[in-house]
């Protein structure tokens, strides 16, 4: 079984995440596109990622994503979440 990462850590990646797919947490909290059952489930995903070294070179080179890499298990999610705020 893999130890799960730092969360505080993987909270702050799953926030430049978001950010770098154009959705804001805040916003879908506030708004009810997704609760904070989901959130935490979010971040505790995220700590369970073996692609930690390739997300962290992809946020600082790489400022707006089209969508979350293949390999983020947050993919779907950020996905949904930037269409609901889009429109």
Request: overall charge negative; hydrophobic content about 40%.
């Amino acid at each position: 079984m893999q130890t799960l990462g730092d969360i505080r850590e993987h909270f702050l990646r799953v926030v430049k995440m978001s950010k770098a797919c154009e959705v804001d947490l805040s916003t879908a909290l506030d708004q009810g596109q997704i609760d904070a059952p989901a959130y935490a489930d979010m971040v505790t995903g995220c700590r369970g990622c073996t692609q930690v070294g390739k997300c962290d070179k992809l946020l600082s080179t790489v400022p707006v994503l089209p969508q979350a890499p293949e390999y983020c298990v947050n993919r779907d999610t950020f996905a949904q979440l930037r269409v609901a705020q889009a429109g």
